[in-house]
């Protein structure tokens, strides 16, 4: 494990002239920070290649939603494909041109690059080594890709508010296709709501659960821009979509959705506290209390069945339940070596059917949708211990905290500073969406897609922001250093 980068490490002592500055231009102690920017000059983040930023923005739009598989003639194109494979290529190439390295060697780096290499080492010894190679490609590495891409090109802020901006208007389809089929009573799941749907693309929102946690991740970043803007227009804009994304939350009667929503408000309700905007956490609790009579009849119904698992007519708690518990024991008694990257259903069917893996494998992905014995497992952590073992439930804990515990640092280091509150705010909008994550991966499979790494990516993202600024204005304070 490397060592805590230097801005971690940095005593209270050499941030003391930040809160004397209003410009920004002396709150970073030229002796600390000079041999650091001299350090890192080759880093600067001026150069980092437009094309790639403006690239991975384009393939965030297509992952999300698919809008090629509405237009006639390039349906069947992986153009979303083809467009993350530019944006890396253009990042490379403007790195390698310029000399410098191709990815920022920060702790969460190496956690998910521990990960891969663990998922790669198990491989030989999966329960379908071939289904294991098929998640690796088609699930994993995107995810991780996306990761890197996202963590290496989000340099300053200007990038950070955009992406912020990119992904909450991206949302705004999405949960307003939610609140329409609900509102038209398009059903597929048990009663419920269908998903965000593309023709000829698996979209990750496709299913109403999905749909609710993309939306919920997304969440925080949209109100985080509600508190850093400044024009009533845009302030307007961010609030309806806030509106709309809570509003497609509960009409998906997503239970793990619900919790990660609750998460997020009670969060954000102690932020603006301990930041003295209570008229904010004010409003905002009244808006909640006075939405309460108008929820979706049936909905607090469904929410009592996370408690009374017996209550659940459709059966699915239940079963979900004993999937756990069969998980939890096959994890206790195979602490190295699990089932293989997303082989927990496959598992869980050999389990529960006494079939071979080729059996299992043969009645899982050749007859959908996979009904019992063939559901994924609705809990992250567990999904890894069994899939990966010990190291790999570890592995990924490890990163959930250590990127919570860097964001965390970026906001209390700029709180109280005006010309860093929007990093300020936005580095809470990151650190609220990975534990709002961190509470729904505990209702949520699929371990592997793109929203269980996007979140962390941000808070790596979030500490780059952070040390461009301590740079820039440590560049700027030499010189008046000198002449003092």
């Not at 990960?115 to 790669?120: E, M, R, T, Y």
């Not at 650190?431 to 793109?450: D, G, Q, S, T």
Request: with cysteine; proline share 6%.
């Amino acid at each position: 494990m490397p060592p805590a980068p230097a801005w971690e490490r940095a005593t209270p002592s050499m941030m003391d002239g930040m809160a004397g500055s209003s410009t920004g231009a002396e709150w970073w102690r030229p002796a600390a920070a000079v041999g650091s920017a001299k350090a890192e000059t080759a880093a600067a983040p001026a150069k980092d290649s437009v094309i790639a930023f403006a690239t991975l923005l384009l393939f965030l739009v297509l992952l999300l939603l698919a809008p090629q598989a509405f237009v006639p003639g390039i349906g069947r194109v992986r153009i979303a494909l083809f467009t993350g494979v530019f944006a890396i290529v253009a990042h490379c190439w403007a790195r390698f041109a310029a000399g410098r390295p191709l990815m920022r060697w920060t702790r969460e780096m190496w956690l998910a690059g521990a990960l891969l290499g663990w998922a790669i080492a198990t491989l030989p010894l999966s329960v379908w080594p071939g289904g294991t190679v098929r998640v690796l490609l088609d699930d994993y590495l995107k995810a991780l890709a996306i990761f890197w891409l996202l963590s290496n090109t989000i340099t300053t802020l200007q990038r950070l508010r955009m992406t912020a901006w990119t992904l909450s208007l991206t949302a705004a389809p999405m949960a307003g296709v939610g609140v329409w089929n609900f509102l038209s009573h398009n059903a597929e799941y048990s009663g419920r709501i269908a998903g965000y749907h593309a023709p000829f693309v698996a979209t990750i929102v496709a299913n109403p659960n999905g749909l609710a946690l993309v939306v919920n991740l997304i969440l925080p970043l949209t109100i985080a821009l509600f508190l850093v803007s400044r024009r009533p227009m845009e302030r307007g804009l961010l609030a309806a979509l806030i509106a709309l994304d809570v509003s497609a939350i509960v009409v998906t009667f997503s239970r793990g959705g619900f919790l990660a929503l609750a998460t997020i408000f009670a969060l954000y309700l102690r932020t603006l506290y301990r930041r003295r905007e209570r008229t904010w956490a004010t409003a905002v609790l009244f808006l909640v209390l006075v939405t309460v009579p108008l929820l979706p009849s049936g909905y607090l119904d469904r929410l009592g069945t996370i408690t009374n698992i017996h209550a659940d007519s459709t059966g699915s708690a239940q079963e979900r339940w004993e999937d756990i518990g069969t998980g939890l024991v096959y994890a206790l008694t195979h602490p190295l070596i699990g089932g293989g990257l997303g082989m927990n259903a496959i598992t869980l069917c050999m389990i529960h059917t006494g079939h071979q893996a080729s059996d299992c494998a043969r009645v899982c992905f050749s007859d959908p949708p996979p009904y019992p014995p063939c559901l994924y497992l609705h809990n992250m952590y567990l999904a890894y211990a069994m899939d990966l073992g010990w190291l790999g439930i570890g592995l990924f804990i490890l990163l959930l905290v250590s990127s919570i515990k860097s964001v965390a640092l970026v906001r209390d280091r700029c709180t109280g500073l005006s010309a860093l509150r929007d990093l300020s705010v936005l580095a809470e909008g990151v650190r609220i969406m990975l534990v709002a994550l961190a509470v729904a991966a505990l209702f949520y499979p699929n371990a592997y897609e793109v929203y269980a790494y996007f979140p962390a990516a941000f808070a790596v993202a979030a500490v780059a922001v952070y040390e461009a600024e301590a740079r820039t204005a440590a560049t700027t304070a030499a010189p008046a250093s000198r002449c003092g």
